[in-house]
């Protein structure tokens, strides 16, 4: 069982909740558990994890537990209205976080294994500047496993603002010792080159949590 990652990496008007996606049994409400009738095993577990987080988290703020967590057609959370969130989750753990949109415009958050980032995956993820940067230290692929979720982490949280999917080289990360900045490289919606989202990181018990969220 990992200590809970994300309370300390989001502000307080973000509520969270985790859980070893193992330990749930059941727990969907029936027009969620439709959107995974025939997954695999694995599936439906982590599915089922990130919408019991999901509603946990939504129940502090006031919302039935009866209100199902759908998805659109972007496979992306269908969050209630008023409301805001983001899942990510392990095969070992998950985790969800949400706030009312009169609070917090949008988040984000990624959860990763510690392991080192393929080399094969650095120049796809990597823009070329964070791949010089990472030459010059002495663990790359494990920094690189922070870029990477540093990336997933910000993309989710500008997705419900642009309705943009963008690839690994739209932002570029500047990473310190527990947060980072990822600076736009290119158009997305509103975002414009040169603006910024600034999110927090750790890395513990195996895993990488990386989260950012935008202020109303």
Known sequence: MHQPLFKGLLGPQVETEEVDPHTVQGGLLKSEAALVDGAAQTRVEQFAAGRVCGRTALGRLGVAATTPILRGEDRAPIWPNGFIGSISHTDTWCAAAVARTDDVRSLGIDLESSTPLKETLLKRVCTPKERAWLRTLPAPGVTGKILFSAKEAVYKCQYPLSK????????????????????????????????????????????VAAACELAR
């Open 164 to 207: 943009q999917f963008l690839g690994f080289h739209a932002v570029e990360i500047e990473l310190g010792d527990e947060s980072f900045e990822a600076v736009f490289r290119q158009e997305a919606g509103w975002f414009k080159p040169g603006d910024v989202i600034s999110g927090r990181y750790l890395v513990e018990e195996g895993l």
